[in-house]
């Protein structure tokens, strides 16, 4: 396993990596005993970040290793199909996964989603269409938002 930290638009980031798959896209840095080391996945991760960024980029080409309980990973993989610029609610989020009273345990596995971004737990927002519920901060799912309205 491997991670290396950058410079964002929405502040410092860390990668992982655990044979040649990112597990973890995050703004927090937890200290860990992970080797800190720049890999080419680690590097290619970053550069599509900042293409993100910078408008050039809707959709990501990394291998993917989602670490969570089965329902996590259903509700990680619904969010994967969530267009780029679009937004759905937590219920739209239960229903599609079969269980449509499960809106707080889609918002809890939201919560739990280490690989953000890229899985694009941003684009879920409260039925009311109110920004609610990002573990990064309300601003940087505001901005990353903001970037795909203004790309669409």
């Given amino acids: 396993m491997y991670k290396y930290y950058y410079e964002t638009p929405i ?3 860390c990668i992982e990596e655990d044979n040649e798959f990112i597990t973890k896209i ?8 992970i080797e800190e080391k720049e890999t080419k996945l680690i590097k290619k991760t970053y550069e599509q970040l900042m ?22 990973k259903k509700v990680w ?14 219920k739209d989020i239960a229903i599609n996964i079969g269980n449509e009273k499960a ?7 939201n919560n739990k989603n280490s690989i ?21 901060g309300l601003d940087v799912k505001s901005k990353l938002l903001e970037i795909e309205k203004k790309n669409k």
Avoid at 52 to 69: A, D, H, Q, V, W
Avoid at 80 to 90: A, D, F, N, S
Avoid at 116 to 136: S, W
């Fill in 11 to 13: 502040g410092r980031i």
């Fill in 26 to 33: 995050d703004t927090t840095s937890e200290e860990n005993h």
């Fill in 51 to 72: 293409e993100y960024f910078n408008g050039k980029r809707k959709t990501f080409n990394i291998p993917l290793k989602l670490n969570g309980t089965e329902f996590q």
């Fill in 77 to 90: 993989k619904e969010l994967l199909k969530i267009p780029y610029g679009e937004t759905c609610t937590y």
């Fill in 103 to 109: 809106c707080r345990a889609v918002g809890g596995a």
């Fill in 116 to 136: 953000i971004i890229v899985v694009p737990c941003h684009r879920v927002i409260g039925k009311n269409g109110d920004l609610v519920g990002y573990a990064c």
